[in-house]
C-alpha cells in the first residue's frame, strides 16, 4: 500500500466529494513514507507540496488530503473518494471554517504544517508587489527599476511586507523609506500640498522617535508651526519648498533630512508618492497626461516614487490597468466595449423605468388590498384560496410564534444532504446498510478506513483510468458501417461496409436496409 | 458601491456561494458580519434569477426606506428591475412570488418570516444574528426573530461568510477580543488596507471629555470629514449637547418639547445653527446627512447603524456605562458603535473606565485629554527636539 498527500484547491475537493472521484495533477501528487504524526518534521514534503502553489487569497483556498492505493501500480493521479483517509486544513482558521461550511460529516484534521500559510502568503504578497513595480514602470513607460532596488533594497522590501501581514506598525531602526511606505495619516492635516508636507514633518518624527507618534507630538515641532503660518493660503507643493528653503528655522529641518537620506530628493520623492497613494486609494487608473508632466517635473523622484507605488498597489491593484494597456489577447476591442457600456446604460434606464412602474403598481395593489380589508372575510378568503403557493401557517390577528404551521414542510423538498442513504461509505458511521451492496466480499466494515480500498470497485476505477482510452473508441462521423451475416458474423462480401457522413444519412441508411443487420464499425 | 463586482473580485466563501448553493433546492440564510459582502451576494442571487428565469415575480424586502434606496440604486446599475419594499408594505399586500430576497433579517419579526416563507416558493435573507439591536419590533409590538427561528420559520441552509472587507484590521482585532466567540476569518492583507487608529482618552470629568471632542471632531469636520458622536441614550444626548454648548461657550439650549412631549431636535438643531455651530441631531426624521458645510452629527448606537464615518467619538465610557437593560444588547449596540469608524475612534472616559474597554484596552494609543487640552504635551526640550 502506498500513501499520498495531494495539495488540493477547495472548490476541485467540493466537486471530488460530491462526484466520488477526482483527477489529480500528478506533479502535485506527494508520496510519503512516514507516520502522519512524523510528516511537520520533513521539510522535503512540504517543499514538494508548496513548490509550485498558485496564488490564492484565504487559508481555505486550498487543503491537503492524503490517500492510499492498496495497489503499488496504481495510478495514484485517479482518486476515488473512499481513498481519502485525511483532510488537512492549511491553518486553525481553514480547519474552523470547513468545519461550518462542509458537509457536517466530513472529518477535518489539524494542519500538519500550522506555520505555512504565513510564510506561502508573505512570499505571494512580496511577489505581487514586486510584480506591482513592474506593472507600474510598464504602464508609466518608466525605466530604473534597478536603480530603485539599490535605495530600497529588495530585502527591505520583503522585511517591511513581513510586519504588514503580521500587522506589525513600523518601529525601531528601520529604513526612513519604510516609515514613509508605511505612514497612515490619522491626523487633522490640510487635505492639500500643505497637508503633504504635515505628513513628511510626521515620518521623519516617527522615524527620529523610532515609533509612530500622536499628531500632537509633531505639533509641538518648530516646522510644523512653520507650516501651520502657511494654512489656508493654497499653496502648490513647490513653493511651499521654495518657502522652506527661504526661510532660515526651517533649514535645521532640510539638512536633517539631507543628512538622512543624501542622494535622493526625499522630500520630492514623498510629497509623490504620498500624492498618488491618495488618487489611486479607490481605484488605479492611467491618465498619460498626468504622468507625463509628473516625469517631466520630477525625474528620478517621480520613479522613486513610482517604485513605491508600485509595492504599495500591488499586482492585484494594477493588473486591470496593465491588461488594459497591453491589451490581452482575451480582451475585447475598445469598439466592442464601448458598445457594451452603452448596452449596459440603457439597461440601467429601463431598470430605473421599470421599478417605477412596479412601484406605481404595488401603490395600487396596496390601496385594492385595503379596500378588500374592509370589505369584510369572505372576499379575503376567496382570494387565499387562489393562492398559488397554498395558504399560510400563520394565523392572522392571533400573533406570536406558535401558530407558524408545518407549511415548510410541505413547500419545501427534504434536504438530502441529511438523507442517510446519501452518506458516503467511507465516511465510518458504521450504519448498516452502507455496506456497498455490490461487494459482499468486504468483511472489514465501513468504520476502518486503512481498509476501505477492499470496498472494491465502489467508484470503478479501472473505468476512470480507462475512460480516456474509452473516449477514442467512441463513435463520431462520418460513421462506417459493417454489414453483419445472420450468423452475426462481419460480412466480407462485396458492399459489405458503407460511410455515413452525419445522423441522418445514418438514419436514412438503416431505414433503407432494415432487413439487414448493419453496425457502426469501431 | 459596485454591488455586482466581477467574479474575479469575490473572495473564497462569496465565490463557494456563487458556484454551489443552490437556492431553488432550499431556502439560504446569508449570515454575516457587516461588510463581509451580504448585499453583494443578494445582487448575484437577484443577477441569477433574472438570468435563468427573466418572468421570474421576485419582491426584495428590507427593513427601512434608506435601504429601499440603496437597493435601487445598486439593482439599477446593474441593469435590473426589482420590486423593492419594505416589510410593513410587504405585510400590507398580499402577492404571492416566484422568489423574496430580504436583507436585515434579524429585526424582523417572526410573523413577517412566516408570510414571506407562505408567500414565495423561495426565500434568500441576509442578516446577522449579532447585529440583532430590536427586541420587539415598534409597529407590530411583536418580538424580534431568534436565530434558531429565522432557521425554523424558513426551513432554511445557512450559508456563513467571514471575511470582513469593510473594517479595518485593527477594528478587527479590537471585536474579536470584545465578542471572542465570533467567526471572523483574516481578510486579505496587503498595504493598501488602512488601519482605524483606537485611541483611549482619559479625561478627569465628563466636561473635559465633551471640551476635547468637540475640539477633535471641529478640526476633522473644517477639513471635510465626516464626524460622529455616538451615545447609547437620548437622555445622555441632551446632557452631551449641553456640556459641548458650554465648552464652546456659548449659553446651553433651553429644552423645548414637540407637541408629544419629546424633546424637539429641530429646535435644538435650528438654534446650534443659529449660533454657528457645526453640530447636528441625527436620528427620527430629525437632522440630515446632506446638508452644506458639513456638520458634527451626535446620535444613539441604535441611530448610527449601517452609516460608517471617517472618525467617530464615543463618550462617557466610564465604569457607570449604561446602555441597555439587556446585556446581550448592549454588548451588540457597544460593537456596532464601535464599528462604524472608518479612520479614527476615540474612545473617551473619565474616572475608571469601562470593563468594556478592558480586554482590547492594551492596543489602543493613549491620550491624556487634560494635557493636550492645557498643551503640556511638549516632550522635554521644546518645540526644537529634533532641531526641526
Known amino acids: ?522 | 458601491m459596485a454591488w455586482l463586482v466581477p467574479e474575479n473580485m469575490l473572495d473564497d466563501q462569496q465565490r463557494d456561494f456563487v458556484e454551489n448553493v443552490d437556492i431553488n433546492q432550499r431556502n439560504v440564510w446569508i449570515k454575516g458580519f457587516p461588510g463581509s459582502g451580504k448585499s453583494v451576494l443578494l445582487a448575484y442571487t437577484m443577477k441569477r434569477i433574472k438570468r435563468k428565469e427573466p418572468n421570474a415575480k421576485v419582491a426584495v424586502v428590507v427593513f427601512t426606506h434608506s435601504l429601499i434606496a440603496m437597493f435601487k440604486a445598486a439593482f439599477a446599475e446593474m441593469g435590473v428591475s426589482a420590486n423593492i419594499m419594505t416589510y410593513y408594505e410587504f405585510m400590507d399586500g398580499s402577492s404571492n412570488y416566484d422568489y423574496v430576497l430580504s436583507d436585515e433579517v434579524q429585526d424582523m419579526t417572526g410573523r413577517v418570516l412566516a408570510t414571506m416563507n407562505s408567500r414565495a416558493k423561495h426565500v434568500i435573507v441576509a442578516g446577522d444574528e449579532n447585529q440583532s439591536i430590536y427586541e420587539s419590533d415598534p409597529k407590530y409590538r411583536e418580538a424580534t426573530v431568534s436565530p434558531s427561528q429565522i432557521t425554523s420559520l424558513l426551513n432554511c441552509r445557512d450559508f456563513e461568510l467571514g471575511i470582513i472587507h469593510r473594517l479595518s484590521s485593527s477594528i478587527i482585532a479590537a471585536v474579536e477580543k470584545f465578542m471572542p466567540n465570533m467567526n471572523i476569518f483574516t481578510a486579505r492583507r496587503d498595504m493598501t488596507k488602512r488601519t482605524t487608529q483606537i485611541r483611549l482618552c482619559s479625561a478627569n470629568s465628563a466636561e473635559q471629555e465633551a471640551k476635547y471632542i468637540m475640539k477633535e471632531a471641529q478640526r476633522a469636520v473644517n477639513i471635510g470629514e465626516t464626524a460622529a458622536i455616538l451615545i447609547p441614550s437620548q437622555q445622555k444626548i441632551l446632557d452631551f449637547f449641553q456640556m459641548a454648548l458650554t465648552a464652546l461657550g456659548k449659553s446651553q439650549w433651553p429644552v423645548q418639547l414637540n407637541r408629544w412631549g419629546k424633546v424637539d431636535y429641530n429646535k435644538l438643531n435650528s438654534y446650534l445653527r443659529t449660533n454657528g455651530i457645526k453640530l447636528q441631531y441625527v436620528g427620527n426624521g430629525y437632522g440630515s446627512f446632506t446638508e452644506d458645510g458639513g456638520k458634527i452629527c451626535v446620535m444613539t448606537y441604535h441611530s448610527s447603524k449601517g452609516l460608517d464615518f471617517d472618525n467617530v467619538f464615543l463618550p462617557g465610557l466610564s465604569q457607570s456605562l449604561y446602555i441597555n437593560s439587556s446585556e446581550r444588547l448592549s454588548r451588540t449596540l457597544f460593537m456596532v458603535a464601535m464599528t462604524r469608524s472608518r479612520n479614527n475612534l476615540y474612545l473617551t472616559h473619565s474616572g475608571s473606565r469601562s470593563a468594556y474597554l478592558s480586554n482590547f484596552a492594551g492596543d489602543c494609543s493613549r491620550i491624556n485629554v487634560s494635557d493636550v487640552l492645557s498643551g503640556q504635551t511638549t516632550t522635554s526640550g521644546g518645540g526644537n527636539i529634533f532641531g526641526i
Not at chain 1, 534597478?146 to 500587522?167: G, R
Not at chain 1, 476591442?333 to 457594451?340: F, G, H, N, R, V
Not at chain 1, 460480412?491 to 461496409?497: D, F, L, P, Q
Open chain 1, 1 to 522: 500500500m502506498k500513501n499520498y498527500l495531494a495539495l488540493i484547491r477547495r472548490a476541485d475537493f467540493i466537486d471530488f466529494f460530491k462526484f466520488g472521484f477526482f483527477y489529480l495533477n500528478s506533479d502535485k501528487v506527494v508520496e510519503f513514507d512516514c507516520p502522519i504524526s512524523e510528516l511537520p518534521k520533513r521539510d522535503d514534503i512540504y517543499d514538494a507540496l508548496f513548490a509550485r502553489i498558485n496564488s490564492f487569497e484565504s487559508s481555505f483556498a486550498y487543503q491537503i488530503i492524503n490517500f492510499t492505493k492498496a495497489n503499488d501500480a496504481d495510478d495514484p493521479s485517479v482518486v476515488t473518494i473512499t481513498e481519502v483517509k485525511h483532510i488537512f486544513p492549511l491553518d486553525l482558521e481553514a480547519k474552523r471554517e470547513y468545519e461550518s461550511s462542509f458537509d457536517e460529516h466530513v472529518k477535518i484534521d489539524n494542519p500538519i504544517w500550522p506555520d505555512a500559510i504565513s510564510l506561502i502568503k508573505k512570499k505571494q504578497l512580496y511577489q505581487s508587489s514586486m510584480q506591482g513595480v513592474r506593472n507600474i514602470f510598464n504602464i508609466f513607460k518608466l525605466e530604473g527599476i534597478e536603480k530603485c532596488k539599490e535605495l530600497i533594497s529588495e530585502d527591505t522590501v520583503e522585511e517591511m511586507l513581513s510586519n504588514v501581514y503580521d500587522d506589525i506598525r513600523p518601529s525601531g531602526d528601520v529604513s526612513l523609506w519604510v516609515y514613509l511606505m508605511r505612514y497612515e495619516r490619522h491626523s487633522f492635516y490640510p487635505k492639500e500640498s500643505l497637508g503633504y508636507f504635515m505628513d513628511i514633518v510626521h515620518i521623519i518624527v516617527n522615524f527620529m522617535s523610532r515609533k509612530e507618534v500622536e499628531d500632537y507630538i509633531v505639533e509641538s515641532t518648530d516646522i510644523y508651526k512653520i507650516l501651520a503660518t502657511y494654512e489656508g493660503k493654497g499653496y502648490k507643493s513647490h513653493e511651499i519648498l521654495h518657502l522652506l528653503r527661504q526661510n532660515e528655522m526651517a533649514s535645521g529641518f532640510l539638512t536633517k533630512i539631507a543628512s538622512f537620506v543624501p542622494d535622493v530628493d526625499f522630500i520630492l520623492v514623498a510629497v509623490n508618492y504620498l500624492k498618488m497613494r491618495d488618487l489611486y486609494k479607490d481605484e488605479f487608473t492611467y491618465n498619460e497626461k498626468f504622468i507625463s508632466a509628473c516625469k517631466a517635473s520630477f525625474g528620478e523622484s517621480f520613479t522613486i516614487a513610482s517604485y513605491m507605488i508600485g509595492i504599495a498597489l500591488g499586482h492585484d491593484k494594477t493588473y486591470a490597468c496593465l491588461y488594459e494597456s497591453l491589451p490581452l489577447a482575451i480582451y475585447k476591442s475598445k469598439e466592442e466595449m464601448a458598445a457594451i457600456v452603452l448596452r449596459k446604460q440603457e439597461e440601467r434606464e429601463r431598470a430605473k423605468r421599470e421599478m417605477e412602474r412596479i412601484e406605481r403598481e404595488r401603490e395600487r395593489e396596496r390601496e385594492l388590498e385595503q379596500e378588500r380589508r374592509k370589505g369584510g372575510k369572505k372576499k379575503g378568503k376567496k382570494n387565499t384560496e387562489y393562492s398559488p403557493f397554498g395558504q399560510s401557517g400563520y394565523s392572522q390577528g392571533r400573533g406570536g410564534y406558535p401558530t407558524w404551521g408545518p407549511q415548510s414542510e410541505e413547500s419545501f423538498p427534504p434536504y438530502q444532504g441529511d438523507d442517510q442513504g446519501y452518506i458516503p461509505s467511507s465516511m465510518g458511521r458504521g450504519y448498516q446498510h452502507e455496506t456497498p451492496k455490490q461487494e459482499p466480499k468486504t468483511k472489514k466494515g465501513v468504520s476502518h478506513a486503512a481498509t476501505s480500498n477492499e470496498t472494491g470497485n465502489l467508484f470503478g476505477k479501472e473505468e476512470l483510468q480507462e475512460m480516456e482510452i474509452q473516449t477514442r473508441k467512441l463513435i463520431s462521423f462520418p460513421l462506417t458501417l459493417q454489414k453483419y451475416t445472420k450468423s452475426g458474423k462481419p460480412s466480407t462480401a462485396k458492399n459489405s461496409t458503407a460511410v455515413v457522413n452525419n445522423k441522418e444519412e445514418y438514419q436514412n441508411f438503416l431505414n433503407t436496409h432494415s432487413g439487414e443487420t448493419w453496425k457502426p464499425k469501431k
